[in-house]
């Protein structure tokens, strides 16, 4: 098959509400009057932003979802994406399942394919995506004030837990480990929450490089501090919670299988993991009411696990109030 | 360096006109009333769009001025672009002329770099760019008529000696190869052409993969067919017509080195060996002064090579007016 075959058979569909889709040297794309449109672009690359064992359903999933991600983070609707391909040969059971998990996404957030390039190579996916906001209302870094709420939606850190299963260093029980393995394979972008709250929040950042160093780029942005509570925010755990060690140290009776998460594991994963796509937000306290019912029409939890300061930095306190000495970084594609 | 400190260092420009640029999750465009939004996107990977041996600076060039001849076939004029790249590793010197050549393309068509991402992997350069046409008024593949005249702009076939050059099988003097690889390397995107051929143009395509099979893509969207002209076609090769093979087949004494290309050769380069990045276009007869004062003002060349017919089909004729039996296809990255 070759190129023009691959593109008319796994990725052209007609144009719903671009004025031009796939199949000429440009699409068009047509804003409404008053938006402008938030644009964001992420590639993909096999070994490290994804295993070579994922499905080709959940990778099509996972590419467009981190896109996605973005555009929840500026408060834009879907709108359109493209997408560029280097294949290392045409596999048509891997292309029927990568558009699958592709569409089955963006249909369910009414962003279609406008375009986009296939071409051999090593295994490459580049998707730039467009959403809308209207003028002025685009959620941005920039915002947190000193005595805003940090707050964080969803779950953290299980998908770092199952790259760790992947990578040797870790057990988990069987239905944990799928559990853990959904959250890595197939994030759920927060498009309804970062939607939800325009004109509440003050700041916000998707976490896809990790809590600590996602929040760091607003602080940085905005020219502020912030104090965590490192236990709220462990607790945001779904499988890392349940796999917690027994305090008696009792639990596995196989000492040859690598060991469950440690609790400072645990802590790490959840504030610094990775690869978790929940939003990072920050509002001043009257707007918690605001915040909590923003959640409640996005059906997506939220939870209050700090505090904006004016002094700059990043401090992260345990339970009795006392800083913890760690640091936290941001993931580096080139550290 | 880090992958924070590389995008500061070389890709964050202040944004000029776009309302958000570079280093928040999304950047904004706003595109003005009345305007579309034309968008397209190119991926090159080393040893299939540019071979090892090209400097960094040419390379930036490149990968911009591909995404610029897609906005250019469609008439639309340049405004901001994102660029994904994974590099197998920090070489800033590498990173630093990619930047310059990048950029220099970018500020001579005033299109800003709004966003993008970096990430260690096999080199891979990934250009999504945006463009802005008036509503209604872009350039289609689809708009060609029976009885239009088929016109190219500038030279063709000259990429494709260089490339056979440094494949091994084709011999030039050196001041000849240097002006082909120039071509192959640095093509010159036709923007102020592609927009001064708007409301003249029915139908406008940039040569990527070869004239025939890029005139292929507007006959097929347009339901037409069309003969052209083959001795016109070969006559734009620049270098390719320098280097014709004397008729008496004396010339090059070294019978050791690669002959020089021969007239069949030079055809072929002309009619489909691809890397142009000219624009075949078709226009009604009515517009043939149109099209040569467009291209006056575009201060690019244009050459009418043939016309379009009702009977679907491409046929290519010789001086004689025989139809070459030869099939022209389009390059196909997976054929």
Not at 4 to 33: E, M, Q
Not at 111 to 131: H, K, M
Not at 239 to 246: H, I
Request: with cysteine; proline share 5%.
């Amino acid at each position: 098959m070759g190129e023009f075959d691959l593109i008319a058979r796994y990725f052209t569909r007609p144009a719903r509400r671009s004025p031009l889709g796939v199949g000429d040297d440009c699409a068009l794309l047509a804003p409404a009057a008053g938006m402008q449109l938030a644009v964001s672009c992420d590639m993909l690359v096999e070994g490290r932003h994804f295993l070579s064992t994922v499905s080709p359903e959940r990778l099509g999933h996972k590419a467009l979802a981190v896109n996605l991600s973005d555009l929840a983070a500026c408060g834009a609707k879907p709108l359109a994406f493209t997408l560029a391909l280097a294949l290392p040969a045409v596999q048509e059971d891997w292309l029927a399942g990568f558009a699958r998990g592709l569409f089955a996404l963006a249909d369910r957030h009414d962003c279609e394919l406008v375009g986009g390039d296939t071409t051999r190579g090593p295994l490459n996916i580049c998707i730039t995506v467009f959403g809308e906001v209207p003028a002025g209302a685009a959620l941005l870094r920039s915002g947190a004030r000193a005595s805003d709420d940090v707050w964080v939606s969803g779950s953290l850190g299980d998908a770092r837990l199952a790259l760790e299963v992947f990578r040797g260093g870790l057990s988990l029980p069987a239905d944990q480990f799928e559990r853990a393995r959904a959250r890595m394979e197939q994030p759920e972008p927060r498009v309804a929450l970062g939607q939800a709250l325009r004109g509440i929040a003050s700041a916000a950042a998707d976490v896809s490089d990790g809590l600590t160093g996602d929040l760091g780029h607003i602080l940085t942005a905005s020219g502020v501090g912030a104090t965590l509570d490192a236990d709220r925010v462990t607790a945001l755990m779904g499988v890392g919670a349940a796999s917690a060690e027994p305090a008696d140290g009792s639990g596995d009776p196989d000492a040859s299988r690598p060991p469950g998460p440690s609790r400072d594991f645990r802590r790490a994963c959840a504030l610094s993991g990775g690869d978790d796509y929940e939003l990072v937000f920050t509002a001043p306290p009257e707007a918690r009411d605001a915040v909590i019912e923003a959640g409640r029409r996005a059906s997506t939890e939220v939870t209050r696990i700090g505090r904006i300061d004016a002094e700059s930095g990043l401090r992260v306190l345990d339970a009795e109030g006392s800083l913890l000495d760690q640091r936290f970084g941001s993931f580096d594609h080139f550290a």
